[in-house]
């Protein structure tokens, strides 16, 4: 089976910009989590998804948004992008909702110039 | 809030010692992950705990729900165990859906030497 796939991988943009991450779980997983890793921060929950529905969020600000489509794969989007939201995004993927193990995706690493 | 503390947050040690990393908690928690790090940035989750104690090859995870702890241990460490090792609890919302939240320790940086 594929592990989960992240695209970009790398991703240098501006502030002020938005972006848009991917994220492609293991087949047949139904859940998909977001996390920031930054050095100051360590890591971070961003959300959760579960069948096409955010389940939990953690605490970040509106312009972190995310969803989920009916193939399980996600993506998160950064609006009005600050310096601050350099970091690495990760994404990892379960095949069920709640206390399982997850599966984590390499990371895209955002630069925000 | 749940606060996750773990210790050390930097451990060196000599090829085939054996390793222990603590973490604590604060409040009551549905779940306890331990997770490995390896230099340029790939995690690995090792074990998922709710109760008791898991074993997979020379790591073994405990965790105490009363005593809000848990230990990871390394027997006979080698080189490769070389990483970050981060423990995470997910909290709030029981078995229902939402409110629950997942919070990391800021990990302990563990180098093994040959």
């Known amino acids: 089976k594929a592990g989960v796939t992240q695209t970009p991988r790398y991703l240098i943009k501006t502030r002020g910009q938005q972006v848009t991450l991917s994220c492609s779980p293991i087949s047949g997983h139904r859940s998909v989590s977001w996390y920031q890793q930054t050095p100051g921060q360590g890591l971070q929950f961003l959300f959760e998804y579960f069948s096409e529905t955010q389940r939990n969020k953690g605490n970040f600000p509106g312009r972190f948004s995310g969803r989920q489509f009916s193939n399980s794969r996600s993506e998160m989007n950064v609006s009005t992008l600050e310096l601050g939201d350099s970091a690495l995004y990760l994404c990892?993927?379960?095949?069920?909702?709640?206390?399982?193990?997850?599966?984590f995706g390499p990371g895209t690493r955002l630069t925000v110039l | 809030k749940n606060e996750v503390e773990q210790s050390p947050q930097n451990l060196t040690a000599q090829e085939g010692e054996f390793i222990t990393i603590n973490c604590s908690y604060s409040v009551g928690i549905s779940a306890l992950h331990w997770l490995q790090q390896h230099p340029g940035g790939g995690i690995v989750s090792l074990f998922m705990l709710s109760s008791g104690k898991k074993k997979h090859g020379r790591l073994i995870a405990t965790i105490n729900i009363q005593e809000k702890h848990s230990s990871l241990h390394i027997t006979a460490s080698h080189p490769r165990d070389s990483a970050v090792y981060i423990c995470a609890v997910r909290y709030g919302g029981g078995s229902n859906f939402g409110n629950e939240k997942l919070t990391f320790g800021t990990g302990t940086r563990l180098t093994i030497i040959p």
């Open positions: 990892a993927s379960s095949p069920l909702y709640g206390t399982d193990t997850q599966y």
